[in-house]
């Protein structure tokens, strides 16, 4: 159960400073509370990256991780759904389940949400404080 405040950051569409917003939330939060007291999450992506063992992950995560230091988030739990080149057609042929993308997400945010007092989330970006 989600028990602390959030927030949620929405746009209309892409490229219009969703990413731009949360670097300015997390940097000003950082302000206050101190360096690594921050956390972030982006709940779904599109360009990825891949990390550690393989893992592919959003590509802001990557910099949002290693500019403020998040070391309270692993990056399963920063970048839960990635949406590859193929994705649509393995969703419509019932290779991707819906449940266990939505599952993904809400167990990745109960993660940081438990290890921060508050948490600011979108669509595609979240920020946590701890």
């Known amino acids: 159960m989600i028990r602390n405040k959030a927030i949620f950051v929405a746009s209309t569409g892409q490229h219009i400073g969703k990413t731009t917003t949360c670097l300015a939330l997390v940097a000003g939060a950082e302000n206050v509370l101190g360096k690594g007291n921050v956390g972030f999450?982006?709940?779904?992506?599109?360009?990825?990256?891949?990390v550690g063992d393989g893992l592919k992950v959003d590509k802001d995560v990557v910099l949002f991780k290693h500019q403020f230091q998040l070391?309270?988030?692993?990056?399963?739990?920063?970048?839960?759904?990635?949406?590859?080149?193929?994705?649509?057609?393995?969703?419509?042929?019932?290779?991707i389940s819906e449940k266990e993308q939505i599952t993904a997400v809400k167990h990745a945010f109960q993660n940081i949400s438990d290890n921060h007092k508050f948490t600011g989330e979108d669509i595609n970006r979240c920020f946590a404080i701890t």
């Open 41 to 50: 999450m982006k709940p779904v992506g599109q360009k990825h990256v891949v």
């Open 71 to 95: 070391e309270k988030c692993s990056y399963k739990d920063l970048s839960p759904v990635v949406i590859p080149s193929g994705y649509t057609k393995d969703f419509l042929d019932g290779k």
